[in-house]
């Protein structure tokens, strides 16, 4: 049972990386929009030439 | 290789149907636009022009996603006429206003778009740095159909990519900026960020205390226990100085303004339950309250930010409709009418008003004659005649002949300016009202700290060991967890209703206040009326009605229509050639000459001057028209009297029985309008509204005063309306609603805006509202019997800590399902 002390601190520190993931994707606007991703998935650039990211990728940089 | 694929299968396969469909769009191509031999088929040279531009630019894999998607057909695009239409994009004034730089090279601008319709159309759209090389990032807001577009500022200009754009089928309409926009994403990314940490730390928190929970029934060193309970009390405390300050912030607020609020209850029972789960953490022993605090500040976070995405969801809706740019409007420039914006205007410029057009800025005719309606600033219905040096004001409409206008005043600087400055003040002086949620609230505090008092007060006096512990489990179980949740979840889903029917509604409150009858006040104009005339009454000859339909054609003035309706609704449409010859008389009517036959529409001076003799027989029948407050149109054939009209306002239809219904459910109904008293009147007759509240001949500002004198009468006071001239009175309201169609101003100042016409909306909205009210009363209803019990059962000392644990989510839980469930039997029974 005393593998809980170490458990516990593991489980909370890989909470708190959660946690930062998700403040960094509300900061980046990637759940500003909650309607037209679902609808841009739809389609892969297989056809494409060159491989460069879609638009859906491009983050709102944020404002100065 | 797969690039030509859905271009030769396509017309080999309708080959055989013996119908060609265009390659573009699919719609069948007329038989004169078939190119024999040819594999693409084009039903228009718009269509034609968008395939030459997506296959040049190697995106032909959109004709393939069109197909997966299944969408049947795509909207015919119409080759667009003004090809400079697109020029002013590039002036400075016109990025000034709605574009907006991002660095030295690189600009951006957000368009509205038309005829976005699948997702093939956002591949399309997001492509366009393919098609036009300079564009940068197109991205595409599906929600609000809307594009942001960033590029190269020297690489490719603006007028180009709008073109674009258009050619494609997309028309591009600039939106102002708003500031507004970014607020709200901003709330909105805060709002997640709350939740988002309430959620780690809740989820946590809960495993942590099942934990707790084993132990308690199998064996758990203190230690042990020691380390979990440590940690359930960071999380918790974490939970509370970040996501949860909202509350405690809130509730110093309330105190401050002495405004009790719901905050205040949930500041309280946070606050007592940390202390006291904290004191026992370093105790260490008693129960420690995180798992169901942290829940509970999630919980509470979800509910908030549910509401605000579905208020915003109206409000943008209604935002974007107002923060169009109205319209295009015709410069002279060089003796030639060319197309240009109307921000771009400025005071001396020469427009051109065409017929049928809003006027854009307050000038004064300087070659033309017409007449105007300029009901959206007087809210009368009959048309004003104008001619050189008469002035015109923006927002009136040109309804008979093109103008040439000189502008004298732009923006806000017209009239039109002036009322909407009107609206910002009405706004200003209306009563704020508590809602019934907020009082409660205050209540309920005032509840719980007397029940604690008294609880540790008899408890003090019975066994001083437990009494501590007895008041702060009651105001831990009495925690208004269930209690704030019930008016938000239950309002979110209101809104999501009522916008299903296309009623956007901006707040919540107003759905509370429509729930206490109270008093209507109805603009006539555009409400109830259409602004046009009908045919109330016929009297005489019947025979004579194709040949008299058939003259009126000829005339676009209101009366010739209205009798053209009604002739065309009586027996279809016919069509005599007896007539050779049509002369209309400014103001009086309109002859008709043929052979052997001599035709006279008009009023009575028009007979007269024509030699036609008026009996008192007919003379009486005129007199009982204008008795009814109708207008009564002579027609005579041949030298005499054949028939006269009763002419009034037309009605839309329904209007009748919408009133009944609000009456029936315990509204006063009253019209309220800038239009002639007598008119007003005759309206309210044929509507049976109390002659008593019809009232007319109101100025913006007379309507104002009769909407807050009717303020302190009755506990609600709603305005229907849609002119520009109606919305002070509007948002002076306690419930202002503006109607399809309304001015941008009314738009603004209303908190409801109904997009489908007439009064049907409004009989929904109330329906709509009783039930969201009686949704609201019924979770207060449990969520109170919960804490009525649980605090009950604490004062006794019943509630062991596990109970507690376990009631808390279970009312948050009740409530949500009875918002949802609500919602839903309400649905199917509103379907006919």
Known sequence: MSVLYVALPVALFLAVIAVIAFVMQVRTGQLDDLETPPRRILFDDVERRSREPGPGHVDEEAKP | MSVAEPT???????????????????????????????????????????????????????????????????????????????????????????????????????????????????????????????ILVVKLNWARQTAKIRWKRDAVKLSKIAQTLSHLGYMPHPIHRSTIEERRQNENRRQLTRIGIAAAAAGNNMLIAAALYFGMFSYMSVGMSQLFRVASCAIGLASLFW??????????????????????PIALG????????????????????????????FLLLVGRWIQFRQQNRAADAVELLYRLTPQTTRKIVDGRPVATFVDLVQPADILEIRAGDLVPVDAVIVGGTTEMDESILSGESRLVGKSVGDEVMAGTKNCRSTITIRVVATGRDTRLSKIVDLVEQASLEKPTIVQWANRMGGFFVVAVIVMAVVTLAVWLWIDVSVAIDRAVALLIVACPCALALATPLAISVALGKAAKRKIMIKGGDVLQQLNRPGMIWLDKTGTLTEGKLEVVDWYGDNSWKALISDVETKSSHPVAKAIVEFVENASGRVSSSLVDQVTEYEGQGICANGPGLDLLIGNESLLLENGVSIGSRHQQVADRILGANLAPCWIAVNGSVNAIVALGDHIRPDTKLAIQQLISTGWRVGVLSGDHERIVRQVADRLEIESGLALGGLSPEDKVNVVQNSLSEYPTVVMVGDGVNDSAALSAASVGIAVHNGAEASLAAAPIYLADEGLRPILELMRISKSTNRTIRMNFAASLSYNLFGATFAAIGWINPLVAAILMPISSLTVVAISLTAGNTNRTKAKP
């Open chain 2, 8 to 134: 030769n299968d396509t017309p080999a396969e309708m080959v055989q149907d013996r119908v060609l469909s265009c390659t573009h769009c699919r719609l069948p191509v007329p038989v004169g636009l078939i190119e024999p031999g040819a594999t693409e088929q084009f039903c228009c040279s718009g269509c034609k022009m968008a395939f030459r531009l997506i296959h040049s630019s190697g995106l032909e894999a959109y004709y393939r996603m069109v197909e997966t998607t299944g969408t049947s057909s795509l909207t015919r695009r119409e080759e667009e006429k003004l090809s400079n239409r697109f020029d002013d994009f590039d002036q400075p004034a016109f990025f000034d206003r709605f574009g907006n730089p991002v660095d030295e090279e690189i600009d951006e601008i957000t368009f509205l778009l038309d005829g976005i319709h699948c997702a093939a159309c956002i591949w399309l759209i997001e492509k366009l740095p393919q098609i036009v090389p300079g």
């Open chain 2, 243 to 264: 996501p949860g300050r909202v509350f405690l912030q809130g509730a110093v607020n309330a105190i401050r303004t002495r405004t009790p609020h719901m905050d205040l």
């Open chain 2, 270 to 297: 946070l606050t007592v339950g940390s202390i006291a789960g904290t004191v026992n953490t370093i105790r260490g022993t008693g129960e420690i309250y995180f798992d169901s605090l942290s829940v509970l500040i």
